[in-house]
């Protein structure tokens, strides 16, 4: 399975309905993460990387290929030294996910950055509401974010 194959099986799925868990399941086994906004508040990833994030009206996050870096307020009191110069070590290295709300028409979209130079990673699948285009949703394979 590649991002481009996931992508069109997902394609023009209702709100709600993105992805199931078997399908989930299989796009970890095949690398591949699936990413996109649920409702205006929360940035849901599938597969390779399973999580979601708080993304009322729309968000940065950092992700790499372990998953997604948690923001400093977040483990600022928890972490030790050690744990620091990892979180600071992943975040030299990874990836922004801009997700924009409400932009160019529909619900969600994305932008990719590294190193403040953006980047063309994986392919994307519009999600609609009652069969009207409403968001959009990208797949991607785990090691682009080694680009």
Not at 111 to 124: A, P, R, Y
Request: glycine share 10%.
């Amino acid at each position: 399975m590649t991002p481009k194959t996931l992508a069109e099986l997902l394609k023009n799925r209702e709100y709600g309905c993105e992805i199931n868990d078997g399908e989930a399941a299989n796009a970890a086994l095949n690398g591949l993460v699936v990413m996109y906004g649920a409702g205006d508040d929360t940035l849901e990833f599938r597969g390779a990387i399973n999580g979601e994030v708080g993304a009322y009206q729309g968000t940065r996050v950092q992700i790499d290929s372990d998953g997604i870096i948690p923001m400093l307020d977040d483990i600022r009191n928890e972490y030790s030294n050690e744990q620091m110069l990892e979180w600071a070590a992943r975040c030299r290295h990874g990836v922004i996910v801009h997700a924009r709300w409400d932009c160019d028409n529909t619900a969600w979209s994305f932008i990719f950055t590294k190193n403040s130079k953006c980047l063309d990673i994986g392919v994307e699948f519009n999600i609609n509401e009652d069969g009207e285009p409403f968001s959009t949703g990208v797949v991607f394979h785990i090691s682009e974010l080694s680009k």
